[in-house]
């Protein structure tokens, strides 16, 4: 009885540890590394010619969503209809995604990341964002869902990702985690909701759609498999 009641109460305050932690943040510059480290894809690694970046070997898949929604405060059901443009970090706006990757279980997923691209048509505030991602874990469509009919999510400790308003027009969220999980084939896995950690005044303006050849400025997953 003891023993059971020690280990409840380990796991319970690990937990709640856990959840005090502080959020990972993904680099951006090699000024934020350690002493002889370099900032590669988002990670601080140690910076030496005979070690190569671990997705130098391995094979990189972009994926398009099946199906994405952008939800805010306020805001009603898009009904198929999608902006060109979208801000987080104003409004608690969400972006919604869902994609189909069929993971075999031994898969390795050396990194992943949801890869948004910023636009050049819109002055934003002069102050960062911080964005996450987080499991969506209830079905949903595109064009039904809304602020008030939104799918639960679940914190999955995904690091941040600080977009930066003279920063690159690139930026990538760690999904490396939540990916992972794919493999088991867990009906919870509904997809990744991208939300920001603050607010601004103008918040940071995306891409969502185009309607010329360059796909590259709709979001994407982005893998690297081995």
Excluded at 18 to 39: F, I, L, Q, V
Aim: some cysteine; aromatic content about 4%.
């Amino acid at each position: 009885m003891k023993g059971l009641l020690g280990a409840t109460l380990g796991f319970v305050l690990g937990a709640a540890l856990a959840g005090c932690a502080p959020r990972a943040r993904m680099c951006t510059a090699s000024t934020e590394c350690a002493d002889k480290n370099a900032c590669v894809a988002g990670r601080c690694q140690l910076e030496k010619p005979t070690v190569k970046p671990a997705v130098d070997s391995a094979r990189r898949i972009v994926v398009r969503p099946v199906d994405l929604a952008v939800i805010a405060r306020g805001e009603g059901a898009s009904e198929g209809g999608l902006p060109p443009l979208f801000a987080l970090g104003r409004g608690s706006t969400k972006l919604l995604l869902r994609f189909s990757v069929a993971l075999p279980s031994n898969t390795n997923v050396v990194e992943a990341y949801v890869v948004l691209r910023r636009s050049t048509l819109v002055d934003d505030d002069p102050a960062p964002v911080h964005l996450h991602a987080t499991r969506i874990e209830e079905p949903w469509s595109g064009g039904s869902v809304s602020w008030s009919l939104q799918p639960r999510t679940s914190e999955v400790r995904s690091p941040t990702t600080t977009a930066e308003p003279s920063g690159s027009p690139v930026v990538r969220m760690d999904v490396r985690e939540l990916v992972r999980h794919w493999a088991k084939r867990d009906p919870k896995d509904q997809g990744i909701a991208i939300e920001a950690e603050n607010d601004t005044r103008s918040g940071t303006t995306f891409a969502l759609s185009t309607h010329g050849a360059d796909r590259d400025a709709e979001p994407y997953l982005e893998l690297y498999l081995r």
